[in-house]
């Protein structure tokens, strides 16, 4: 099995920032991306940003956040600068995963952490 398990969130202040951090575990036989998504309160979940495990960038991303990835440590981490009211959310992790050497992969998600900005 893998597990995905978030930490950070919490309150911000307008124009503040905040990191998350997401811890994987279980076993597989490749991670090919890692990233974070949020829902916004009433909207679908959106893509905030990910990264292939090379180490690039798998979409244009809004520059306030940034995706950092530890393989050593199995961890990626996102890191938010100036942040506002419309970002609060619950933010989750997600790896796209390989169990096998087939070349099939799924994507695999995290419970989730609130990010609440406010004065």
């Known amino acids: 099995q893998v597990q995905l398990v978030e930490s950070g969130g919490g309150l911000v202040q307008p124009g503040g920032s905040l990191g998350l951090s997401c811890t994987v575990s279980?076993?597989?036989?490749?991670?090919?991306?890692m990233g974070w998504w949020r829902q916004r309160r009433g909207r679908q979940r959106e893509l905030v940003a990910r990264k292939y495990t090379a180490g690039t960038y798998a979409d244009d991303r809004d520059k306030r956040f940034t995706v950092s990835i530890d393989s050593a440590r199995n961890t990626v981490s996102l890191h938010m600068v100036n942040l506002s009211p419309d970002d609060a959310a619950v933010y989750y992790c997600?790896?796209?995963?390989?169990?096998?050497?087939?070349?099939?992969?799924?994507?695999?998600w995290g419970h989730g952490t609130q990010v609440t900005v406010s004065s």
């Open positions: 279980g076993s597989w036989f490749r991670i090919n991306a």
């Open positions: 997600w790896e796209d995963i390989s169990r096998t050497n087939s070349g099939y992969s799924i994507g695999y």
